[in-house]
Structure formats: structure tokens, C-alpha cells
């Protein structure tokens, strides 16, 4: 039951859906988005590749271990708490400035993106590695 | 609009309590999504109806927002609910395999050996 | 400072590494390591010396969790100081005579753990300067109690003797803790020093006579008074070094302290002399009634020890300084010539493997030095001259026979205290005369000999107290008015000597021995006490009437409860959920709608309620399950919409995503899940699931609209929507609070998702495990 449709546009929509999750992850700070619906996003195409193919596409289109995707999501996150503690101020804390870059103009860089990053990891990480282990379990 | 929500919230909790009641665990696990969609719904409408504008701060004087912290609460809750529906489902998976049924009495025998 | 959290907090730490600590040194030697906690907690009270025998007391506080108001705070005076003296000392040498004491194949390890668990409790217990941190190590000493006398428990007797030693002590010690909470209602504080400050209030308390009786239903439960004292002959299938620190010379006085540590709050009011005076002459007169009648040499200890603590208590109800004295300087000597006594006894049972008085005797051709000890510890016991009891005694008469100046009635305690006398002095005598004199026992288990130099060193040292004090009183005269100051509140300032003149106290005492003498060598005297029965019912038959009843009619209760099956569990939290909570919606009126736009709602609103009430029912109406978890979908699409109509943004996104992720976990799970035949459900079964879903829901609809019609407090949210931009640099408040504001919060929920995901993938690999080792064994 394989649709040939489905195949091809899955082929194209791959990469817009993925390009997606990291504009929503990137503007999370702002507009609706953030590491939770990014990761969610990023899940949702990879699930599409593997329910239009199977898992070794996924795996050949994606080479990395979910748990070590979690664990570098988690990384991500307690890491950026600690550096705060490492400059003295408390666990978790966060600061953001704008800068001047020349050609892109003004923009705004915040060490809670790094959090987000990690929080994005670890839900990409869950899901697939839910979605995969129950495929793959039977 | 309240009283729609109040109903809404009313017939998930109820239709969720149904399908607890039931031994086949499949349809125990269906029931707690509905609970997980009911207490999410049950948290926004505490926080206010159409208090005003999406949290999404626009920088202009005498704008009133709805509330962003229930929001917040809610928005980890469904995910998270996500993780604790997908673990219930791959027990009743591997208990279906253990002892070839899925019924939820099962669990309390084993409790008791 | 640092040296009283030492003191309390080694024993536990000790004890908590030594399962680690016996892999290490083996289990042979385990013991070392108790004797090196022992000293070092007991060199943290050396060096705490200054504050417990100095004029002015040691009150550290340390802030636990200050805003809920709890502290844990330590109070070291004299009183204090003289308990934990004598748990630590006397615990290096039980430590040191357990190291030779036990043999294989008791685990050692156990044994010092417990051990160690205990004396940390007890010094917890003394050094505490708050009734409810008392109290919390007061339970600890009654767990550890437990696990000390059910130590063989193999034997059908240590079972039953820890059941009932927990059982007794903490119905007493429930009793307390609502003392306590009471006492610290009305005052507002736990604090020792606090309550004795508010005294005056408290006597004059409406409630006065109601905590004091709870209190003491602690304190007399834990020393085994009279009718509590049944636990403790029981509590002898400890093995001894555990029945000589715990069950004589420091656990059961741990409701002595407490009294104590109460006397200058609680003393003054005729009710104290009344209930703990009497109650401690009963006690005593009882406990050597029994004592002489029991040839087992544990038991006539066992209840020794009852009488003896009766002594002390009779005397703190006198409520006076006398009494204060009397008994601080012999809870000293009772611990060490009946710590003794239980130690000697241990060498009788190791060495010739009976306790039995009846079978023993002549002794003291085989075993000479433990006949010694045995002859100091017995002749203390019975108050001879020149040994440590006949003072400490001497002052107890003293203080009974002042009672008659008080109230004529009173003239029972220095006669009673006499009685119990008369009959501690014949048991004491037996103890000695019948085991080491007369004919050289025959058929006895083992052949008697003095046991090692390890053995015989601490009831030795404790013997050397004994004789000691008993010939220079004046070395325990700092112990005992430091102690006397920190019962009564007021300075001390006494000589102890043994020679106070003919005084009313020394007849008292010629009156004792002479009858004693008498009674003792008169054997149909002995007898008339012997062969009566005092009490066709007792105590100890209530008990065991009471005991498997109330097992049994538990067994019933649960029984009707736990039905095993967990659906029942269920309706039985939602129907105390729905009454309880709707019950107290009707009580208080809070039926109370917005009445205006309750139900005002645009028509597509309308439209999309009833798909979302249609799919949400779909989802348990539906035969295929395929069918309901498309329905399940459809509900989460409705929710995703209502998010929309909520304005929420974020969540309708994040809803919408991970709809779609759990409809295809759905799927795959029906898809490797057969659908198994289902039981056929009878219609009153569906009736009644039907009537409780049914009751749910509208509860909670009615709830949910009660709720929202009261919401009065102003949300925290102001304060995210004001800040979000200047101080996080963030326009979507929801982010900003999940990233920034709240970011430990979140934290702790991807950590929940990584864990659930990392569960799923746990399980679903045992499985493949599972199916492969079944696989490959076919």
C-alpha cells in the first residue's frame, strides 16, 4: 500500500517542515512558538518519513541515537543554568542583549534560546524515540 | 461561554470516568487522555474567558491580554501528558504480551503473588 | 555548636555505613566500629560538659525551614547533659560488651546498626529543646526499640514482645503528640524555654488538666508504669546488652526525662501530685510484688526495672526540690547498678545457657568474679550502705516523709515507699543468695566459668561506680544539682553524704533491711507471697484478648475496602470527591452563578461545542477501536479549536502537534495489539458505570461554574505581563515564562519527558529481551 503521491511529496515537504520547526524555534521568543512546538514540529515531519517509508529511512535520514538526543537536549538546558552559577549568579538564570550585525541589522540574542535548543532536543528525542521503539518493539 | 466550557469540561470528565471503569486497559488509557484534556480545559477557563488579546505583547498602551501563566502551565502539560499516555499504552502493550490479555485485573493479580 | 549536632548525628551516620563499613572490616570486628561511634559521641558530650554541670545552659537553634516556623534547636543543662552522659557512656561500654557477647550466627551488622540507631534517637531525645522534635525522636527510639527486642526473630517470643512493646508505647506516644499539639496551640511555641517562661498560663489553662494527662500517658507508657508496664517483661527477648541500655538504664527512662523536662511547666497544681505521684507508688509496689515472684532472672529484673522507674516518678510528683534531687541522683545509680545487674545476668545465661533461679546455684565456686559484680549490683539494689541505691533511696524516704507535712493523707508514700522496699530488698537478696550460694548446681547446659576479661570489663567499670559513689557520695554532687537546678529551675546547691543523723529516712531503711531480713528467711512467708494470684483479670490477658481481635476485625474493615480490583478504588475516590466537595458547595451557599452571559456564545461556538460533546461521547460509544481513537482525535482538534477561541496561540499549536502524535502512537498500539475477546458486560454493571460517569460530569460542571463565579484574587500574571519585555527581552509572555521566568519549572518537565521517553524505550526492550530468551529456550 505504498502511495507513489504521498512518496514524492513527502520527499519535498521533508525539508520545509524541518526548516519550519527551526523558524518556530528561533522566533519562539517572540511569537508563537519555543522549543516545545518546535520539537513537536520537528517529530511530526520525521514520523511522516517514517510512516511513508519505514524506519530505515529514517534512520539513514537522521543518524542519531534519541537517547543521546535527549541527553544533549538535557545537556543543553542544565548546562546554560550552570554557567550563571559559574559567573555567580543563580541556577537557571537568564540574560539577553541586542547587537549590531552588519547587513542583518539589530538583533536580539538571549541565553534562554540556548535553553530552548535544549528543550527542543529533549522533545524531539522523547517523541521519536517513543514513536520508534513502539514501532520497532514488535 | 462559560457555561459551554462547564458543560464541555463536564462531558469529558464524565465520558473519561466511563471508560476508567472498564477492565480493558486500552480503553482505561483512553479514558485518562480525556481526564488530561479536561483538567488542561479546566485550567484556562480558571485563568479567564476572552480576558483579551493572545499573551503576545505589542507595546502599545490599554491593551488587556489573557492570562500567559495558565497558558504556560498548560502548554508543558500536554506534553508531558503526551510522555505519561505513551508509557500507560506500551505497559498495557508489554502486559498484553506478558499474559495475553489486556485487562486491567490482571495488574492486581500480579500485585498479589 | 558543632559539637551537639556531632553528638547526635554520629550514632547515625555510623550506623547508616555500616552494612558499607562490615564489607570492609568483616562482620567479626563490626562491633569496633560501634564502640568507635559510641566514644566519639560520647567525647562530644565531654565537651559539651561546661554548659551541662556550669550555671548557664546551651540553647542552639537551627533553621530548618524558618518560614513554617520549624527549627531544630538542641538545649543543653543539666538535666539534659546528665541523660546524654549516661546514654553515651553507658553505650561505648554495652558497645564493647556486645563485641563479645554475641556470637554467630547473629548478624552482627544488624545489631551495632540498630544499636547505634537507637542511641542516636535517645540523645536526640534528651538533647532536644522542643516538644515536637522530642517527640519525632521519641517514635525513633520506640522503632529502634522494636527492631532490638524482635532481633532473634525466629523465636515466636521476640515477635510477640516487639509487637506489643511498639504496640503499648506509641498508643502512649499518640496520646502525646496530642498533648503536644494542644500545648502548642494555646502557648504558640514547642520551645522549652519558651513554656516554662509561659508557666503561669498554661496552670491556669482551661485545658491544663487535659494536656498533662496526655503527656503523661507518653511518658508513663514509655517507662512502663503501671497498667503500660506489660511491654517490658516482654520486651526481655532482647538479648541482653540491648535489654541492660535499653529496658533499664536509659529507653524506659526517657518518660522520667520527660516529666522531668515538664516539672517547672507543669508542677504546682494538685493534679500533678495526684496523678504522677500515685501513679508511681502503684507501680513501684506492684513491679517488686511481681519481681519477687518470677524466677526468671530476666523477669525479676524486667520488673525491678518497673518498680525502680515507679520510685523516681513518685518522687518527681512529690513536686518538690527534694524530689528533683532524689531523683536525678538515682536515675544515675539505677543505671549503673541495674545496667549492671542486666550485664551480669547476660555473663549467668552466655556461660551456663539458663537463666532459670530455680536451677542455678552455688555459682560461686565457678564463676568468683561474677559473683562479685553480682554482689555489689544486688546490694545496691536493695539499698545496703555503702553502695550507691541506699542513698539515692535514703533520699527518696526523705522526700515521701516530708509529703506528711504537706496533707495528712499523704502519709501512704513513705509508707508504701517502704513496702516496695521491703520487697526490693528480698528480690535483691534472691538474685545474689539463690544463684551463688548453696549447693553447686548440677545438669546445668554449659559447665560455668567466669566469662572473657571483654565481658567482664564494663559491668566492672559500672561495679567501680557503684562502690564509689556509694562510699564518696560527693562526686556526683555536681551531676545531681546541676541536674536538680534544671528540674526545678532554681540553683542547687547540696551535699550528699552518707551519714545524714538519725533522721526519720534512716529508720525508714532500718525498718526495710529488718523486715526484709525476715521476710527473706522465712520461707512460708515467702511462700504466702509466691502461690496467690494477686488479680483474676490482668493487663497482660487484656492484651491478648484485645491483640488478635482488633487484627481480625482490621482484616474485616479492609476486607469490605480494598476490593482488589481498581475500579473500585475509583469510585470510591470520585464519590467521596463528589460528596464531600458537593456537600460543602451546598453548605456554604456557593451555588452561585454568573447569572449574565453564562451561557452567551456566538453560534459557531455553539456548533463547535456540540461536535466537541459528540466526538468526546464518540469516544466511548463506539464499537471498533479504530472508530474511538479517531474520535479521540476529533476531541483533540475541538480543544486545539477552543485554545484558538481561548486566545492562545502557543497551546492551539502545541495541541494540533501532539494530537496528531497521539493518534498515531493509538494506532500503532492497535495495530500490534489484537483485539481480545471482551468479557460481555450485564446491564446493571453499564447501569452503574453509567450512573457514577454521569454524577462525575455534572459535579463537575457545577463545580467549575461555582469556581469561576468566585474568583476574586488578582492573577500573578500582571506581573509577567509587565515585566516579560524589559526584563527578559521577550514579547510571547507564554515563552518567556517557560524559558525565563519559570525556567527550573521547565526544567523538571523536560526531565519527566526524557525519563517517560527513556521508559518506554526500557520496556519495550525488555520485551524484545523477554521474547528472544523464550525464543531461543524453545
Known sequence: ?138 | MIGLLAIIIGFLVGTGTYLILKKTAFKVALGLVLYGQAANLLIITMGGVKLGEPPIILREAGISYSDPLVQALILTAIVIGFGVTSYLLVLVYRAYQAHDSDSVDLFEEVDDK | MFSVLWVVFIPFIFAALTPLIQKFIGEDRIGLWGVIAALLSFGGVLSLAGYGLGDEPLYVIYEWAPTFGLTLGFYIDGLSWLFAFLISGIGVLINLYAYWYLHKPDPFGRFFAYLLFFMGSMLGLVLSSNLIILIIFWELTTISSFLLIGYWSHTERARYGAVKSILVTSVGGLAMIGGAVILTVITGTAEFPELIKKAAFIQEHALFFPILLLLMLGAFSKSAQSPFHIWLPDAMEAPTPVSAFLHSSTMVKAGVFLIARVHPIFSGREEWILLIASIGLITMVLGAYYALRKVDLKAILAYSTVSQLGLMIMALGFADVLGAKATAFHIMNHAAFKGMLFLVVGIIDHETGTRDISRLSGLRFTMPKTAVLAFIGAFASAGIPLFNGFLSKELIFEAAYDQIGVASWMAVFPVFAVVGSILTFTYSMKIFFRVFYGEEAKELPKHPHDPPFGMLFSPGLLAAVTVIVGILPFIAERFVNAATAAITQQPADFYLTIWHGFTPALWMSVVTVAIGIVLYSRKALLEVLHSKPPFGLTVNAMYDWWYPNIMLGAEKLIGVFQSQKIRFYFMYILGMVVVLCGWVLIRDGHFRFIPHDLMHAETYEYLGALAFILATIGVALFRSRLAKVISLGVVGYMLCATFIVLRAPDLALTQLLVDIVTVILFVLVIYFLPQLKEVKESLSVKIRDLAVAGLTGAFVTVFVLAVYAHRHTTSVAEYFLDNAYELAGGTNVVNVILVDFRTFDTLGEIIVLAIAGLGVYALVRMGVAHKKKKDSSI
Do not use: C, W
Open chain 1, 1 to 138: 500500500m505504498i502511495s507513489l503521491i504521498l512518496h514524492r511529496v513527502t520527499r519535498v515537504i521533508i525539508h520545509i517542515l524541518l526548516i519550519f520547526s527551526i523558524f518556530l524555534l528561533l522566533k519562539g521568543h517572540n511569537e508563537p512558538g519555543g522549543g516545545f512546538i518546535a520539537g513537536l514540529m520537528a517529530s511530526v515531519s520525521i514520523v511522516l518519513v517514517y510512516l511513508t517509508y519505514d524506519i530505515e529511512t529514517v534512520k539513514r535520514f537522521m543518524p542519531i541515537s534519541y537517547p543521546a538526543m535527549i541527553a544533549l537536549g538535557l545537556f543543553f538546558a542544565t548546562g546554560m543554568g550552570l554557567g550563571g552559577v559559574v559567573l555567580g549568579y543563580p541556577f537557571l538564570t537568564q540574560t539577553f542583549d541586542y547587537f549590531q550585525i552588519p547587513l542583518v541589522g539589530e538583533i536580539e540574542l538571549a541565553t534562554a534560546l540556548i535553553f530552548d535548543i535544549g528543550v527542543f532536543l529533549t522533545v524531539v528525542g522523547a517523541t521519536l524515540l517513543i514513536i520508534s521503539s513502539i514501532g520497532e518493539g514488535s
